[in-house]
């Protein structure tokens, strides 16, 4: 089982960061292959709209967004870890779902989780991030998105550390063997 870890936040060990190798954690000690993308420290620019990929099935642009497809589509499961930029998902996830579309129908039969991560406490203040990724994995082929992660009440760094998410989202990890 290929597992992938795609963190949005530009923040190494921030809490996002944090949750994706508490999951990768779990799921390596169940035996499944892990790796973490961080698209939020790779510089890939958004997508252009020219359409080229309609007919090529590639991006004109050469940024290594080519690469990450590639994973993309030939892992099983993805987690999909998100800090809120202003009561939505952040830039770099957004520019990271926004290139999918050349070979967004290759995305096929994959389980999803996401990780949000935001210093207001209110879950219910997490929906419109929650439903910009919901409106990602619906155009994907067979996604099926089995759990959400809070990492609620998070400022700086660290601050996820000791919260209860953190057991929750490696023993998620861990069911994936
Ligand atoms: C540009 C920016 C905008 C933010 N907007 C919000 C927000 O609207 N609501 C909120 O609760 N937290 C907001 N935050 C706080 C982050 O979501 C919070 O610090 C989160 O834990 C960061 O996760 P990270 O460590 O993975 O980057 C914002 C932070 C930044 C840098």
Redesign the pocket.
């Not at 991560?117 to 207001?120: C, K």
């Given at each position: 089982m290929k597992v992938i870890a795609v963190c949005g936040?530009?923040?190494t060990n921030?809490?996002?960061?944090v949750l994706c190798d508490q999951f990768l954690k779990g799921a390596g000690e169940a035996g499944c292959e892990t790796q973490k993308i961080q698209i939020g420290k790779t510089k890939i620019s958004p997508c252009y709209a020219c359409y080229v990929c309609k007919e090529t099935g590639r991006c004109v642009q050469n940024d290594g967004m080519d690469e990450i497809l590639e994973k993309i589509i030939h892992s099983d499961v993805i987690l999909l870890a998100t800090?809120?930029?202003?009561?939505s998902m952040d830039a770099q996830m957004k520019i990271f779902i926004d290139r999918s579309l050349a070979r967004y129908q290759e995305i096929k039969d994959k389980t999803f989780y996401f990780a949000i991560?935001?210093?207001?406490t209110r879950h219910e203040?997490m929906e419109p991030t929650i439903a910009g990724l919901n409106g990602y994995t619906a155009c994907l082929p067979g996604a099926v998105v089995k759990d959400i992660f809070y990492?609620t009440g998070?400022?700086e760094?660290g601050?996820i550390l000791g919260l209860p998410v953190m057991k929750k989202i490696f023993e998620a990890g861990k069911s994936l063997g």
């Open positions: 936040s530009p923040r921030g809490n996002s960061d800090p809120v930029y202003f009561y991560t935001a210093a207001d203040a990492g998070t400022w760094k601050d």
